[in-house]
């Protein structure tokens, strides 16, 4: 007897794993799931990861990608961001969705598309992974191509850079020069789970204030 999807009931915090699934297969499934969904899934040569997330998971998500997205606008650099879109590439055998993504360097070729393709489309420049399941595969994103990835796990921010088609560990970030972001990363998140997101954003646009704005004036 086979099982439905809709007959799967996953909860915060636990994973499915299906096996023997080719390409077809997966399309299939990522359709029946629909957009409009919780979970989370990665797809590697066969394998599909499916994850329903945290309701902490979702937290630190969101305040590392409001401060990335404050430290881009204070700087006026041009970006796009894309959540958690589906990222796939048939030909390599591989999907992801990240917590978050962003276009960077490559922002132009990303502005008014719905849909993407890595095998025509660049991968995003940044993408990020709250790893509190550890659910994360870095074969995904090297494969991809993702040339930066970040997962934040309960040690803190950990960047991941590409060379060499290879992930090396790096304690500072390409796409922000001179910024302690590894620092900042790990202290305001700990704040938002401490006092609230709106004090910890309301203490790093102070800090951005002090140390950013009037050095760009």
């Known amino acids: 007897m086979q099982l439905a999807l809709e007959q799967i009931i996953l909860h915060p915090g636990q994973q499915l794993v299906l096996k023997e699934?080719?390409?077809q297969k997966f399309e299939a499934i990522l359709s029946e799931l629909g957009e409009s969904r919780a979970s989370r899934l990665s797809y590697s040569n066969g394998v599909?990861?499916?994850m329903v997330p945290l309701p902490e998971h979702e937290k630190d998500k969101?305040?590392?990608?409001?401060?990335?997205?404050?430290?881009?606008?204070?700087?006026?650099?041009?970006f796009e961001t894309l959540g958690s879109t589906t990222f796939k590439n048939e030909r390599m055998n591989q999907a992801v969705e990240p917590d978050a993504c962003f276009y960077i360097e490559n922002y132009q070729s990303v502005i008014?598309?719905?849909?993407?393709?890595?095998?025509?489309d660049p991968p995003p420049d940044l993408?990020?992974?709250i790893d509190i399941t550890s659910r994360t595969r870095l074969d995904n994103y090297?494969?991809?191509g993702v040339r930066e990835l970040w997962r934040y796990t309960q040690s803190g921010l950990e960047i991941n850079l590409l060379?060499?088609?290879?992930?090396?560990?790096?304690?500072?970030?390409?796409?922000?020069h001179h910024i302690p972001i590894v620092d900042l990363i790990n202290e305001y998140v700990e704040q938002s789970?401490?006092?609230?997101?709106?004090?910890?954003?309301?203490?790093f646009k102070n800090w951005l204030r002090k140390n950013l704005d009037n050095n760009l004036t």
Do not use: C, H, V
């Open 48 to 50: 599909l990861e499916i």
């Open 127 to 129: 993408a990020i992974e």
């Open 112 to 120: 008014g598309k719905k849909r993407l393709n890595l095998e025509i």
């Open 21 to 23: 699934l080719n390409w």
């Open 163 to 176: 060379q060499e088609r290879e992930y090396i560990e790096s304690l500072t970030s390409p796409n922000f």
């Open 142 to 144: 090297r494969l991809l």
């Open 193 to 203: 789970q401490k006092l609230g997101r709106s004090e910890a954003i309301r203490n």
């Open 62 to 78: 969101e305040i590392i990608g409001d401060i990335i997205k404050m430290l881009l606008e204070t700087l006026n650099i041009n």
